[in-house]
């Protein structure tokens, strides 16, 4: 039998999950110089939008949908942070629309430090999720790094048709999120170890929440877009569908669903440093805000909620669907921040 592991993963990682994520100012200057002017036309989704994954034209009515993501230790508990580095990674295909068919184990480790039981047990986590959805982890790769390093890149197949972009939603759509904000703040606090058990729960929980539910939404052609809230938290992936449709967006701040009361935390000085990595980036492109909202929708979320556009019309009818279904109320919780407007001089206008 392994013997107790006492260490504390989260002392190994400098960022925390997708708070690690470089700034999408930082990403432009990396990525989009050296965008290639070549032309793949099978490659529907690639590097000129900022999408959640590429995505490939097989030519028989099939896309294959290709994407990684893999971050330093979010939680002290290695399996457990297997477990979030995979659903986080695995988000990436529902995102699109997509079924994911099988993944990959990408595992940076200090050996010298770090005891490979403890690897084991990341490895653990990660077999755990794929069996959940019932995918094959089907190889990696693993080098020794300095600190622990975690993460997937996954395989997914979908209907070309039926492929979910996040640069095509149109004006008068509804704006809704699947998941609450704030596992950024309370990862904060639990690195600090200022965090109540009861809210450490609901950050895991949250955290380990498959988004599943990104599959059934690929089926449904009234969704127009959809991305998932990452690490550049909520404003900067929403800046992403309104810069990729060339539209901007109006949410409104009371309607942005919290995790639980964030303000004792915010009080303590509990903010990621991506937030204001994030913030630095884009909140030149948001009407101004107070301090305590700025925090919120610049918080980065490690596999936060799918965020997805929807044609007013056909409103209704979705959140009729949505109700009728106990397996999907177990999987979401959904809520309407805004609508998608014509073009501003800012992407977001809070209200
Ligand atoms: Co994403
Ligand atoms: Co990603």
Not at 66 to 76: A, K, L, M, N, Y
Not at 145 to 174: H, M, R, W, Y
Not at 204 to 226: A, Q, V, Y
């Amino acid at each position: 039998m392994l013997k107790k592991l006492k260490v504390k993963l989260t002392s190994f990682s400098h960022g925390a999950g997708c708070g690690c994520k470089i700034s999408p100012q930082l990403l432009e200057e990396i990525i989009g110089k050296n965008n290639s002017k070549k032309l793949f036309k099978e490659l529907i989704v690639g590097n000129s939008t900022k999408d959640d994954a590429a995505v490939y034209d097989l030519k028989n009515g099939t896309a294959l949908i290709s994407t990684t993501d893999f971050f330093t230790p979010i939680v002290d508990d290695p399996f457990l942070f297997g477990q979030i580095a995979s659903a986080n990674a695995i988000s990436d295909v529902y995102a699109m629309g997509g079924k994911p068919i099988f993944a990959l184990a990408i595992l940076g480790w200090p050996i010298s430090k770090l005891p490979v039981e403890v690897a084991a047990k990341v490895i653990e986590g990660a077999k755990n999720i794929c069996e959940k959805i019932n995918i094959p982890l089907a190889g990696g790769h693993t080098i020794d790094t300095i600190e622990p390093i975690f993460g997937l890149a996954v395989n997914g197949i979908c209907d070309l048709k039926n492929i979910k972009k996040n640069s095509t939603a149109n004006i008068g759509d509804q704006i809704y999120l699947t998941k609450k904000i704030g596992v950024g703040i309370l990862s904060t606090a639990e690195k600090k170890g200022i965090i109540s058990e009861k809210d450490k729960l609901l950050a895991h929980r949250s955290m380990l929440k498959l988004n599943s539910f990104g599959e059934t939404l690929g089926n449904l052609d009234f969704i127009t877009s959809m991305t998932d809230v990452t690490g550049f938290g909520l404003a900067g992936h929403l800046i992403e569908i309104c810069e990729g449709s060339k539209k901007s967006a109006i949410i409104y701040e009371n309607k942005i669903p919290l995790i639980c009361d964030l303000n004792k935390y915010i009080k303590q000085n509990s903010i990621p440093g991506g937030s204001n990595r994030n913030w630095q980036s884009y909140g030149n492109k948001i009407s101004p805000i107070s301090q305590m909202c700025q925090t919120i929708i610049s918080d980065p979320q490690t596999n936060g909620g799918l965020l997805f556009t929807i044609k007013k019309e056909k409103e209704t009818e979705f959140l009729k669907f949505v109700k009728s279904s106990n397996s999907i109320k177990q999987l979401i919780t959904l809520c309407k921040i805004g609508e998608i407007i014509e073009l501003q001089e800012k992407s977001i206008i809070v209200k």
